[in-house]
């Protein structure tokens, strides 16, 4: 297992924007396919994105294409969420994954092994 630590949450306006920082303690990011997911208060964690090792596949779930970009730094072992246009319904715990094969990219909770322990965002006026 790595250790991750997510960074950069905060509260923010509706239409502003934040960006998510997971740095990861690993030998080398690389080897790992690293997902975002969120949890709103009273409702089960969701996959929001997930950047897949072997070729940089990002994936988003349908409730922020668009709006939210995934990106990875290899060399600062350190994985981003750009989430622009935040919406009231964003609102939640953000939490980054690990996922030791770099050839899956998975919006759903079981390949994931390592957890970090979650920033908060909050999307109000």
């Known amino acids: 297992q790595v250790q991750l630590v997510e960074s950069g949450g905060g509260l923010v306006q509706p239409g502003g924007s934040l960006r998510l920082s997971c740095a990861v303690s690993a030998f080398s990011l690389e080897s790992y396919s690293i997902a975002w997911f969120r949890q709103a208060p009273g409702k089960a964690r969701e996959g929001v994105s997930c950047?897949?090792?072997?070729?940089?596949?990002?994936y988003y779930a349908n409730a922020v294409k668009g709006r939210f970009t995934v990106s990875r730094d290899n060399a600062k072992k350190t994985v981003y969420l750009q989430m622009n246009d935040l919406k009231p319904e964003d609102t939640g715990v953000y939490y980054c994954?690990?996922?030791?094969?770099?050839?899956?990219?998975?919006?759903?909770?079981?390949?994931?092994?390592?957890w970090g322990q979650g920033t908060q965002v909050t999307v109000s006026s």
């Open positions: 994954a690990a996922d030791s094969s770099r050839w899956r990219c998975a919006l759903i909770s079981y390949p994931y092994d390592s």
């Open positions: 950047d897949r090792a072997i070729d940089g596949g990002a």
